[in-house]
């Protein structure tokens, strides 16, 4: 199981980003996916989750209606569309895979997002 973050980067306030995060080694299509980002000196927290088909999705108060979570199962993988971005969600941001494969917990290397002018 490999998940792999790319598209973080120095944006100023305001500006967008969009992350995406490529799986592999498992059945991609059948399980929830999830965002989580980690601030420095704080601890993770969870940004969005989508569900295995993609119509099901939710998000943290800090992010709705500025964030938006999706995937592509033919591709296997997952996106984070931030806009509006602050200089609050600056961060690490994490993609994981909702619940456990064989006892496992899995999570990305992350990408650093950071907004600033």
């Known amino acids: 199981v490999q998940l792999v973050e790319s598209g973080g980067g120095l944006v100023q306030p305001g500006g967008s980003l969009r992350l995406s995060c490529a799986a592999s080694?498992?059945?991609?299509?059948?399980?929830?996916m999830s965002w989580y980002r980690q601030a420095s000196g704080k601890e993770r927290e969870l940004v969005a989750t989508?569900?295995?088909?993609?119509?099901?999705?939710s998000y943290a108060n800090s992010v709705k209606g500025r964030f938006t979570i999706s995937r592509n199962n033919a591709e296997n993988t997952v996106f984070l569309q931030m806009n509006s971005l602050k200089a609050e969600d600056t961060a690490v941001y994490y993609c994981?895979?909702?619940?456990?494969?064989?006892?496992?917990?899995?999570w990305g290397q992350g990408t650093q997002v950071t907004v600033s002018s």
């Open positions: 994981t895979i909702v619940g456990f494969i064989r006892g496992r917990k899995y």
């Open positions: 080694g498992f059945t991609f299509s059948t399980y929830f």
């Open positions: 989508i569900s295995n088909g993609g119509g099901t999705t």
